[in-house]
């Protein structure tokens, strides 16, 4: 009987790194060797891009259409140091994330609860399923417009804008996930006593959230874009406001450091849905080359 | 014969096929169990072994003929019902314990009472070090081990098992078992054990149903006379197994070979 215990259980790991042998040493420096190489060619990679621009920039195209790294840096320190023409930064950043934010909350809340709803009631799918089609088939981004003259200028437009690019991503994952739950693990909790209620608490939701948040990763980005293009439509305040008057005085650095934000804004919160994730789902399985990513 | 907790009279179950056609997966079954009995349901392998366990767990209604359970029809999940499926259904984002007292938790009892149990289950199933466990990081023994816990737990006087060691490796298979007898042993649970292997099944049951080639129905019921309390390794060995096996696998093995002439005219 013991035999069958510790040949499987975590504890099998930790008796076989005291019983290394020679040679596994080895491998755990070649991995980090290893990694350390990947990451001096990615920093060769972004000087060498850097300074290939920068020079031909400096000496060969014209800066005024292509801008140059210096330029947007020498931007970007404007831009904290002094504030935009529109105000601090930090109002801007602040007002943008706060539309993408509560774009993201309605719209992810409304996609898990709609999805799992018409995941598991059959014919609500059937019913639904041309209408659902048909409004994703529909280019969202154009509806930035149509909630201007609803909402006005406001964060409210915004924050319609970015909750319905949320809204689809989120939707059809919870959908799938809410559809693809173990029959087996339903029929074993009915057996087990749970109502229709239960088995919804306890089965379905668990077992969508990994597909949940696969979409969650890709949704914020949406909510972003969203909470931008509406800005950029018309907006009094935000980073879309600061690109799109970039672009109005042909100021191209401006335009690619409000780029760089954003994709900061993004990065940070991919790395807290991630985290969120991690302790959500920590009874997985950890998956095998899951630190290629890192 | 006193009063059988199972009974089928002429079951018959049908699904639709995507052709548009009926599939019978049993026809006609008529069989009893009686309380504390311990039935091996033996049949070639997709006979619909399976889809008897489903019409009294009630998980699919019959197409004809009846189910009944304490002399009541089966209509809903009964009362009282432990079912152990062949993949293993235990959630994979509870522990041990968790898993154990979900039972008692969706049957109403506060969570402090349901652990409490669960843990004594836990303990029973020779997995106290484990309690905090996740499954994935569990043997494919250990799983069953929770399964079995986890259906126990509910104290159910019918027993529903779908070949639930199959997927064992022979050590831990007997094993299992021996564990499944001590355990069962003086719960007075009627058992339904699916399986297609006749050892297995000589080994635990009390009597052995043989079931024809798809589609399923009785085609023999046999007594099988040995002494309890067993241990499977060692009742292997006897004579009177050796005997019962034969005369089981007499009736058995022409199904297994219409089953294998059939799955090579399909396939």
Do not use: E, G, M, Q
């Given at each position: 009987m013991s035999g069958e215990y510790t040949?499987?259980?975590?504890g099998a790991a930790a008796i076989a790194a005291e019983q290394r042998p020679a040679g596994v040493p080895n491998l755990v420096r070649r991995r980090r060797l290893r990694r350390g190489g990947v990451w001096a060619v990615r920093v060769a990679a972004v000087v060498a891009w850097l300074v290939s621009w920068q020079l031909t920039a400096t000496y060969w195209i014209d800066p005024f259409y292509y801008s140059k790294p210096t330029a947007i840096a020498a931007r970007l320190v404007d831009w904290f140091t002094k504030g935009t023409a529109f105000g601090s930064i930090w109002t801007q950043i602040a007002v943008t994330l706060e539309e993408a934010v509560f774009g993201f909350v309605i719209g992810a809340v409304a996609g898990v609860v709609l999805g799992i709803v018409l995941g598991r009631a059959r014919f609500l799918a059937d019913v639904a399923a041309p209408f659902i089609k048909a409004a994703n088939a529909v280019p969202r981004i154009v509806l930035a417009s149509l909630f201007i003259i609803w909402f006005g200028l406001g964060m409210s437009s915004k924050i319609a804008t970015a909750m319905v690019l949320v809204f689809f991503a989120v939707f059809f994952n919870a959908f799938q996930g809410a559809r693809e739950v173990d029959r087996n693990l339903v029929d074993n909790a009915r057996i087990l006593g749970a109502s229709r209620l239960a088995v919804l608490r306890t089965i379905v939701v668990p077992s969508a959230t990994s597909w949940i948040f696969a979409s969650l990763h890709s949704a914020f980005g949406f909510a972003l874009i969203g909470a931008v293009v509406g800005e950029f439509t018309g907006?009094?305040?935000g980073l879309g406001l600061l690109i799109n008057n970039a672009q109005g005085t042909f100021d191209s650095a401006g335009i690619y450091a409000g780029m760089i934000v954003v994709t900061v804004l993004a990065l940070l919160a991919e790395w807290l849905i991630s985290t969120a994730e991690k302790r959500l789902l920590r009874w997985r399985p950890p998956a095998a080359g899951a630190d290629a990513q890192t | 014969m006193t009063d059988p907790v199972i009974e089928l009279r002429g079951a018959t179950k049908r699904f639709p096929t995507g052709t548009g056609g009926a599939h019978t997966a049993v026809r006609d079954l008529t069989m009893r169990v009686a309380a504390g009995e311990f039935v091996a349901l033996v049949g070639p392998t997709g006979c619909g072994k399976s889809t008897t366990l489903s019409l009294v767990s009630g998980l699919e209604p019959a197409s004809d003929g009846e189910v009944l359970v304490r002399g009541e029809p089966v209509r809903a999940i009964p009362p009282g019902v432990g079912y152990m499926f062949q993949?293993?259904?235990?959630?994979?984002?509870?522990s041990v314990l968790d898993n154990v007292a979900a039972g008692p938790r969706y049957r109403g009892v506060g969570k402090a009472e349901a652990r409490d149990r669960a843990a004594a289950w836990v303990e029973r199933v020779g997995l106290a070090g484990f309690a905090k466990y996740y499954p994935h990081q569990l043997s494919g023994g250990m799983r069953k081990r929770v399964a079995l816990a986890q259906t126990l737990v509910n104290e159910p006087q019918i027993l529903l098992m779908d070949e639930p060691f199959s997927a064992l490796d022979v050590q831990t298979r007997a094993l299992m078992q021996d564990e499944l007898l001590r355990l069962w042993a003086g719960t007075g649970a009627a058992v339904v054990f699916v399986t297609h292997d006749l050892e297995e099944a000589i080994a635990l049951a009390d009597k052995v149903v043989v079931m024809t080639a798809s589609?399923?129905?009785?085609k023999g019921v046999f007594a099988v006379p040995l002494e309890r309390p067993r241990t499977v390794e060692e009742v292997r060995l006897t004579e009177q197994f050796l005997r019962v096996y034969r005369e089981v696998w007499d009736s058995l093995r022409v199904e297994v070979a219409a089953a294998r002439e059939e799955a090579s005219r399909v396939g």
């Open positions: 040949s499987t259980v975590d907006a009094d305040k | 993949n293993d259904a235990i959630l994979p984002w509870r589609p399923a129905t009785v």
